[in-house]
């Protein structure tokens, strides 16, 4: 499997986590019938936004490695 390869599975497994996360945040809020405050939307979004970052860091360090070879 090349390095690009082992990448796309990469962000495709952190996209998969970051789905469920959301999948779960919004089912807690719903089973405890609460609304989303505003405050519960943005830790969400700074936990999508470090995942992302986290996979982009990942995939530009694969690529790298992979052009170095």
Do not use: G, Y
């Amino acid at each position: 499997m090349s390095t690009q390869d082992k990448a796309r599975e990469v962000m495709a497994q952190e996209r998969k986590q970051e789905n469920h996360l959301h999948e779960t945040m919004v089912s807690r809020a719903t089973d405890s019938q609460t609304t989303a405050t505003p405050e519960l939307d943005e830790k969400a979004r700074e936990l999508l936004t470090s995942d992302r970052q986290h996979v982009e860091h990942l995939e530009e360090t694969m690529l790298s490695r992979s052009v170095e070879h």
